[in-house]
């Protein structure tokens, strides 16, 4: 089994940060992709980035140049840097875990930005 936890969610001004972790236990293999997604009031959960084992990573168009995704494997932690945020970032942030037939999540925390 696999459990994430998310923390660093919050209200933050238009403009400004936030830095987001997810911290996988459980069992974890240094292959999986990890990513971040997010699902705003009345609308579908979507892609944010994700990063593979190697370090490749995929960013939403929304986001690029904006948002950074990292992870530390010693730690089983990703971690998302949000920069310039706008009100349209607003949304519940998920983690997720990905590997070959099995698709972890997290809880969810929530994101504000005020304009």
């Known amino acids: 089994q696999v459990r994430l936890v998310e923390t660093g969610g919050g209200l933050v001004q238009a403009g400004g940060s936030l830095r987001l972790a997810c911290a996988a236990s459980?069992?974890?293999?240094?292959?999986?992709?990890m990513g971040w997604y997010r699902q705003a009031p009345g609308k579908q959960r979507e892609l944010v980035a994700f990063?593979?084992?190697?370090?490749?990573?995929n960013y939403a168009d929304s986001v690029k140049g904006r948002f950074t995704i990292s992870r530390d494997n010693a730690k089983n932690t990703v971690y998302l840097q949000m920069n310039s945020l706008k009100p349209e970032d607003t949304a519940v942030y998920y983690c997720?875990?990905?590997?070959?037939?099995?698709?972890?999540w997290g809880q969810g925390t929530q994101v504000t930005v005020s304009s």
């Open positions: 459980g069992s974890i293999f240094s292959t999986d992709r």
């Open positions: 990063i593979t084992s190697g370090g490749r990573t």
């Open positions: 997720n875990l990905f590997r070959l037939y099995s698709d972890y």
